[in-house]
C-alpha cells in the first residue's frame, strides 16, 4: 500500500529467521527455537512426515543483506527473497536433534502432542495451538507451498560482499 501511495519502498521476504550463524544467538521465545527446546525437554521427538520444508536463515545475514539492498536507491520497489536454496524438512530436523541428544526418543505425533500439551512449562506449550490434536492420516496430500526463487537476491548480495551462509547440520 505504502508503494502504491508513492513512498519508496523494498519487500523483504525472509525464510524463517534463526540464530547468528556465528554464535547462534537467537530468539529462544521464536516458534523453530521453541520447537527445538520443547522437544528437549518432552525427551520426544514425533514420528510424522513432514512435507514441507523450513528455509532458515541467520539473523545476522538477513539483517546485512536488508541493510546492503536499502542503500541502493535503484532496487527500490523490488522484492527480494532472502531464504536458503535448500529447505530443511522436519525429518532432517528431528534427525539433527536425534543425533545431537540421543536420550530424545521417537513417539508418535499424539503421544508427542500430548506430553507437550500436558506440559504447562515446556518452552512449546505458547505454540501448541498450531498443532493439531491429531496427526494427519498416512497418504495424505502434502499442502504444495510456493518456491522462491532467490538468485536475483544473491547475486545482488554477491556483489555487496554478502554471503550466504549454507545451512549445515551443525549450523
Known sequence: IAA???????????????GD????VASLDDFVPSLIRGCM?????????????????PVDYVSRSIVAI???????????NLINRHGTTGEELWDSLLKFDPTLR?????????????????AL???IA?????????????????QFDSEQTLSIMRAAGVDRPEITEPL
Open 4 to 18: 502504491s501511495r508513492g513512498i519508496p519502498a523494498i519487500i523483504y521476504r525472509p525464510g524463517t529467521i534463526m
Open 21 to 24: 550463524s556465528t554464535t547462534g
Open 41 to 57: 525437554q518432552s525427551g520426544y521427538v514425533p514420528e510424522v512426515e513432514v512435507n514441507n520444508e523450513l528455509h532458515f536463515m
Open 70 to 80: 536499502s542503500k541502493r536507491q535503484e532496487l527500490v520497489g523490488r522484492v527480494f
Open 106 to 122: 521417537r513417539v508418535s505425533y499424539d503421544t508427542w502432542r500430548s506430553h507437550v500439551a500436558g506440559d504447562s512449562q515446556n
Open 125 to 127: 506449550t505458547r505454540y
Open 130 to 146: 498450531s498443532f493439531p490434536e491429531r496427526a494427519a492420516p498416512a497418504g495424505e496430500e502434502p499442502l504444495v507451498r510456493p
